[in-house]
Every structure is written in C-alpha cells, then in structure tokens.
C-alpha cells in the first residue's frame, strides 16, 4: 500500500536571533505524513515542537526549508494560496482557556470561521455551529454560552469543532489534553479518534506523554533541541526503541503500577536540557548520554532508516531487537 | 518532644476546610482523616478541585480568612497542632516540617542567592554562626544534587533550570533537619525526564534520613513510582485508602478503578476506544445527596443507595478502606488492562 503524501516538510529550519546568540529551535527537521494518518511530535519542553507546527502552519516564517501540503509550496505561498490552504491546515492548542475569547458567545466564535471564508447565510452558519457543537458531543443549545460557562474539557471539544468547522484535512494538535484533568483527556482523545475516522482528518499531534503518543500515533518522531533523533512507526517505537534519548524519555514515564515499577531497569539522565542558542557541537544529545564515546562530540550524527523505514540519528543505536513489545 | 513509638508521626481526623465565596459557603475538604507514619512515603492523588492543597495548608496552618479550618485533631509528633499560635505553627513550619510547591519560583525569593535563603531558613530556626550557617547551606545543596554547591550558592532563582529550582526548594525544606516533608504536586511543571530525577532524590531522602514524605499529585505513575500508602481524593474526601500496591492493582473504589483504566499507559492494550470517565467533577457549592461520585459512576447504574446515602469510608481489608457502597464488587483489575 502506497498512501499519498499529504505533508511532507524538508530540511525545515528556525532560528530566532536571541540576547545569548541564535536560538536554534528548529534545525534541519524533515518528515511526511500521509493523508488519514497520526504523526506525533514528541519530546520535553522547548525541543522545538510548537515551532516546527508554527512553521508547518506558516502562523511563523521559517528561516530555511520546504513545507508541501498537498501539492502546494506552503512557505511561498501567496495570499490566496494562504487563504485556501488556512481551510486545509487547522490547530487546536494545549490552553482551552486561551483560545476562546470570554467577551464572545461560543456560537459566535465558532460562526467566525464560515463568516471569515464568506461561507452561507447567517441562518445556514447558525445550523453548521449546531451540528459542530453536537459532533464534538456538546448540546447544541450550549451555543448561546460564554466561553467561563464551560469546564477545561468542554473548552477543549469547542477548540476543537471550531478547528474542524471548515472541513480541514489536517489539524495540528499542539498538546491538546496536556491542560486537562486526567478524568477528562480520555474523553478528548476518544472525541479526536473518532473525529479522525470520521472526516479522515491527518494529524500531527504534539506531546510530552508518550502513553498518549502510544495510544494515538501511527508513526513517531522523537524531537531533541531542535532536531529529530528518531522516527519510526508507532510499534516499532514502542518494542524497540533506538535512540538512547528515547530510552530514557520511555523509561522516565512513571508506571501506575509498583510491582511493574520495581522490576523495571531505569535510566535517569544526569543533567537539564542544554541551551538551545549554544548547542553541543557533535551529537547534541550527548552531553546526558551514557553511551557518548569521542565521535560524538565530533561528528553529527545523521537521521539513517534501517530497511524497515526506522530511523535513528546516533552512533551507537540500539539494535537488538527486544522480545516485550511494551517498551516499558 | 514526646515517646515516637505510640503515636503516628502526623495525625489527622476529620478535617474540614471551609471558603466563604460570593457564591456560599465551599467546603473544600469534608471530613478526612489520615496517618503518616515516621520515614513513610505517603500519597494523596486526586484531580485539580479535589481539595489536595487545602488538605496541606491546612495542616501547615496557612489557610487564611475567610477560609476556616476545624478538625478533632492535628497532631504532630504527638503534639496537638490546631491550638497552637501562629507563632508556635511558623516555627515547626520550616523547621520540623518542610514544605515544597510546585512552582520554585513562586516560593523562593527573587532577591537573595540560593545560599542566603538556606542560611536564612536554618538560622531562623537554630541559633548557629553565619559561617556555620553557609557551610551548611552547601552541603545540603550538594546533598540534593546540585553540581558545584559551592559555587550556586551564589546564584538568584532565575539563573537556575526549572529541575534545579525545585531541588533548591527541596533542599530549604530539609535545612532544619524535619521529619516529615510535605510536597505539593513537585513535579507537576517539570519535563518527565527532570521529574525522574526529582522522584529519585526524595526517594533517597526517605531513605537514607529517615524523613517521612507527603505527596499530593494529580498522576497516578507517580505514586506507583513513589509512595508505599496512598489516598484517593474526590471533592473533598478520601474515597479510597491504603498501601500502593493493593490499592492500585486491586482499586475498591469504582473512582479509582475508572481512572486507572481510562488512561493510556505504555504497556496497556492498544484499543481504539478509552473506557473514559463521562462527566466532571461535582459543584462543590451545590453538594447533593449520596455519593458524589453517582452521576459519572459505571458501578451505581442508578441504584437508589448510590443517589440517597452518603457512602462512609470502611474497612475493606486490612489497611485499605473504600467509600462505596458496594466496594465489594470490585476486585483486581482484569489481568488484559494491566498487563495488556
Ligand atoms: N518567538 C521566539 N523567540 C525566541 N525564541 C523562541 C521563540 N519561540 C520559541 N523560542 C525558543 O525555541 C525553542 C523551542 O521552543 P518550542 O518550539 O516552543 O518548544 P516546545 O514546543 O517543544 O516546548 C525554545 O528554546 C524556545 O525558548
Ligand atoms: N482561597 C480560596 N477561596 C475559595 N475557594 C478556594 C480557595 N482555595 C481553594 N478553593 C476551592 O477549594 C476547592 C479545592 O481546592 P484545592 O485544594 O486547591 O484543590 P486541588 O489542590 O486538589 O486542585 C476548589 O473548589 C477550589 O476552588
Ligand atoms: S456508592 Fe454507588 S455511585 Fe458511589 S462509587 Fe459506589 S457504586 Fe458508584
Ligand atoms: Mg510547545
Ligand atoms: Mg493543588
């Protein structure tokens, strides 16, 4: 099965000029995505996540690079070209309580998308929003609230109709039920599961949670300072982790249960995030890596797929492949 | 103080917190008890509005009109808490009990070095020489990890990482020696690899001096990683109690039970539908009869005990107690969630 490509980005490139030198954010990160699939960003804060959607979104002029959506030259795109490809390429974003504007009845904000794109009579706009607001599994006459009425997780599924008003075929989710209450993120990712198969919407869904990640992404891509160090389908990922960084990240993530707890072998990095403006020469990873020999402060290692389309970007990968496919 | 055989180290009986709101009157806390025990690694999990921090500053004494406080008893140590004078709270405050927020930044000052602070807090409570006061300073700083102590005892708040931040909050927590520390969500605003070192270290601290730990977190990986007792909040009570392991491999509560299988977990099965949990949380403002948890419970389907009596929390087994009525048709959680 050859699926169609719907995103591709190549060699995407950020740099923001910063009092301590050039913050490199985003620095050479290439991926696709095909269309109806989940591509997860992962990684810790300030690994360059929200920037690479920023850029993808073109909501941020990227430094260098290439984004194709659909055929389209994104980052040369011209006005019109931008108004039809804002229809195509949604974002719904972590805080629900930033995204609302609290002075504006909900139906309101979610009329704006068709009133912006000039789409149907006010009476028609009126009949979308009522069945957005139910598809998101809200009460169509919640329309007529404000947006302090509702609870985090009610804000989240308005975010979220109001990103799937104009029928995209992608949307960026930047965190989305990173804000909420454990009690309610599964409600959220049921809602952007079923929205998903639904509509055939693409995502690329950026998290800090890799039991998320694990539950909703078809492929991985592990971001570190700026860069990608491992992309790989979601399974692959998850029973056999290759970079030495995902290791960790998997093995940091706290099991609920003590007696899984105690058996596991746990790596705890030494050491915080260097800075992105002034980034370790060689492998940028390998100032907390417990595997770094001297080529790694030497030579950059380079993004390399095995003949199963797993890729890594490390001199001393993991390889063998483990028999517990719970990544745990 | 007092003979530390015969008594829990913190003891806490029916605790109740009240707000005053425009609104009416909130009660964030409704009746709950607990004990710690000396070097114990106690934890409290619950969702935001549960009632997790007041518990804490409850217990610290720092919750201020028109909030309101009364309990049968709060004890440390064996020694009664809730009639002493402010003066007599700050100072086992800081001293006997140490405290840690989630946010550093917010609790440290933005004025003084890391190394004034410490100094500040233990020369606040034992008279000792500034010298002595910043020799110690460094030690602790180095005894919860942080490189080259004797050189960050001169930097400010802000020049340090989030993770740093918080072990520096950590260590003024421990400048007086306490036995117990209590810890508000410490590693809530912390990236997953930082908050592994962070469980690590107040790991150590439990073991190698003894202090007895009290965690408040709204993730459940946390407390399998961390505490050896746990209790589940829900609107301002204890639901469930009891050591981790039974607690959270056999849940008597349909609470805890819900949100043990609503989340993803690395080595769950991967299904296309999360069993989630319907609905929020309760109003605290408009409590209704029976159990709060009835309206989003798939336990209750409606009986009329769930709707019309208050569920009290009981004995279900040695050391573990569930506030539902009918906890005993709960049991282990199917070997397919757990161990996918
Ligand atoms: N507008 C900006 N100006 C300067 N630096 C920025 C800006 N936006 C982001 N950064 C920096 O870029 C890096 C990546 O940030 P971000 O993409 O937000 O990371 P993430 O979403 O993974 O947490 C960080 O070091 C951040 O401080
Ligand atoms: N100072 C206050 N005034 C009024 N209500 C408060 C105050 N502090 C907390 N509350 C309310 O008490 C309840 C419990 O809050 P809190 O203990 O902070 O919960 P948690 O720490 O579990 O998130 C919430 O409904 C909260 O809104
Ligand atoms: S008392 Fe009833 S409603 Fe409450 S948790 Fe038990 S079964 Fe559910
Ligand atoms: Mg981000
Ligand atoms: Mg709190």
Known sequence: MTA????????????????????????????????????????????????TARLVLRLLEATSGAVEFDGVDVLHAGRAELRTLRRQMQIVFQDPYASLDPVHRVEKALMEPFAIHGIGSRHEQRASVASLLERVGLDPAMGRRFPSEFSGGQRQRIAIARAIALEPSLVVCDEPVSALDVSIQ??????????????????????????????????????????????????????????????????????????????????????????????????????????????????????????????????????????????? | MSDSADHPLLEVRNLVTRFSTQEGDLIAVDGISFDIERGQRFGIVGESGSGKSATLWSIIGLIDPPGSVVADRISFDGVDMLGMSREERRRIRGSRIGFVMQDPLAALSPVFTVGEQIAETIRCHESVSRSEAKRRAIEILDSVGIPDAAERVRTYPHELSGGMRQRVAIAIALACNPALVIADEPTTALDVTIQAQVLELLEELCKERGVAVLVVTHDLGVIGRFADHVAVMYAGRIVEQGPTEQLLRSPRHPYTEALLVSQPRLDSERRAELPAIPGAPPNLLRRTPGCAFQPRCH?????????????????????????????????EIGAASRDG
């Not at chain 1, 490509?5 to 009092?19: D, E, I, Q, W």
């Not at chain 1, 995505?33 to 300030?46: F, K, N, P, Q």
């Not at chain 1, 049921?190 to 950026?206: A, E, H, K, M, V």
């Not at chain 2, 009290?312 to 009918?326: R, T």
């Open chain 1, 186 to 328: 599964a409600q959220v990712l049921n809602l952007l599961r079923r929205l998903q198969i639904d509509l055939g919407l693409t995502y690329l869904f950026i998290s800090h949670d890799l039991s998320v990640v694990r539950h909703i992404a078809d492929r991985v891509a592990v971001m570190y300072l700026g860069e990608i160090v491992e992309l790989a389908d979601c399974d692959a990922f998850f029973s056999n982790p290759r970079h030495p960084y995902s290791l960790s990240l998997l093995s940091a993530v706290p099991h609920p249960d003590p007696v899984v707890e105690r058996s596991r072998d746990r790596i705890v990095l030494r050491g915080d995030l260097p800075s992105p403006s002034n980034p370790p020469s060689g492998c940028r990873f390998r100032t907390r890596c417990w595997k770094a020999e001297d080529i790694c402060a030497t030579q950059p290692p380079l993004l390399a797929a095995d003949a199963r389309g797993h890729a890594v970007a490390c001199h001393f990968p993991e390889g063998t492949t483990r028999a517990s496919g719970s990544g745990l």
């Open chain 1, 4 to 51: 169609e490509v719907l995103l591709s980005v190549t060699n995407l490139t950020k740099h923001f000029p910063g009092r301590g030198g050039t913050v490199r954010a985003v620095d050479n990160v290439s991926f696709s995505i095909s269309r109806g699939e989940t591509l997860a960003l992962v990684g810790e804060s300030g690994s360059g996540k929200s920037t």
């Open chain 2, 299 to 331: 336990r209750s389907n409606g009986r009329e005990r769930c709707c019309e009596d208050d569920p009290v929390l009981h004995a279900v087994e040695a050391e573990h107690a569930s506030a539902c009525h009918f906890s005993d048709e709960l049991g």
